[in-house]
């Protein structure tokens, strides 16, 4: 799961499973850790982002974050799936010789992408989104 921010910070948190409701409220709580509150969770409409486990969570920690969903089926306006884009063509090639492999190379590419803010910048300005600070 990969938190972006619009001044080109990238946080990830990565499990060896398919992403739940468990996963889900585990990677907000890292984000909230790592960088701050509130946070403005922007959504696909993933079940497990809509699941009452995670609402539940959301709703228990109102000072900590607000949520927002993107329109169905529109990945345009996600910015974060431009990171998942340049990740998977950087590994397009690769031979990993197991999970372990696969998991450290996935790691090593969100890790050069997090070295170079000003492309997930442009990852927002491409979706067409900004964000202002709101008092």
Known sequence: IVAITPDGQLYARHFRTSISSH????????????????????????????????????AAHPQDYAVAYLPAYAPELNPE?????????????????SI??????ARREFGRLKRHPEMIVRFFRHAGLSVTGIA
């Open 23 to 58: 996963c889900v409220i585990q990677a907000l709580r890292f984000f909230r850790r790592k960088i701050g509150t509130p946070l403005l969770v922007v959504w696909d409409r993933l079940n497990a982002h809509r699941s009452r486990a995670t609402a539940a969570f959301i």
């Open 100 to 105: 372990n492999d696969l998991h450290r190379l």
């Open 81 to 97: 799936e431009q990171c998942n884009a340049l990740v998977k063509r950087a590994m397009a090639n690769a031979l990993p010789d």
